[in-house]
């Protein structure tokens, strides 16, 4: 991205912000739903001080980093074996798609019933909302790999290990990665819901909670900004990941 398009981007969010200090200064500020920036920086400085926003976000992550590895693997693997196996997909293909139909929230009530409302539940809710779009992903990838790369394969007599590993999975990568962009949002908006729905436990969406009963628009503000900045930190690695992995397609 080039230094204008980043300061183009800047402009938006800056005058939101100059919008937002502009109403401080308006009877707007008189209404205790209304938080100035400083009250919300004082919230965000006082909420690290006291651990609350440590741990709060330490917990968010795990339960999502956990429940989104789970669902990833789950679904790369499964999408290998449909794109694979032509049997597999026969049998296995028309389960899944009546399976993907069902909105993610429509699974809590049996997540719940079936394990309960703390940790376990949380994770299962997030390793389905992440497993879905790395499944159909990498499906489309493996199916979509080119017959005459397969044959160049099959020409220096590679095995099925190596036809999988240096043929099929590189071409299939930047389908897979579309998957595992879909899945991080997925799953960071999975494991927000999680957690307020399921209110058991610490984590971001917990603080939100929190705020929320105790009429704390500050700490309500300071859980989004905390939920943006992770979301763009997940974001950017995944991204960097990706054009690590798939770099010989640039250089090619």
Known sequence: MSARAIVLGLVPPVLGLVAWIALGNTSAAASPLFVSPGQVLHALAASAAEGQLWAATSASLLRYLTGLGIGVAVGLAAGLLLGLSRVGRVLLQPTLRVLQ????????????????????????????????????????????????????????????????????????????????????????????????????????????????????????VVGLLLVSAISLLLNWAVDRLQAHLTRWRVTA
């Open 101 to 220: 139909q069902i909105s993610l929230f429509a699974w809590v009530p049996l997540v719940m019933a079936w394990f309960g409302l703390e940790e376990t539940s949380k994770i299962v809710f997030i390793a389905l909302a992440a497993f879905f779009p790395v499944l159909v992903n990498t499906l489309e990838g493996v199916r979509g790999v080119p017959v005459s790369l397969v044959e160049v394969g099959r020409i220096y007599a590679f095995s099925r290990l190596q036809l999988l590993w240096r043929v099929i999975l590189p071409s299939a990568l930047p389908s897979v990665f579309s998957g595992v962009f879909l899945a991080l949002i997925y799953a960071w908006l999975a494991t927000l819901g999680a957690e307020y729905l399921l209110t058991q436990g610490q984590g971001i969406g917990s603080l939100l909670v929190e705020g929320q009963d105790q009429y704390r628009t500050d700490q309500v």
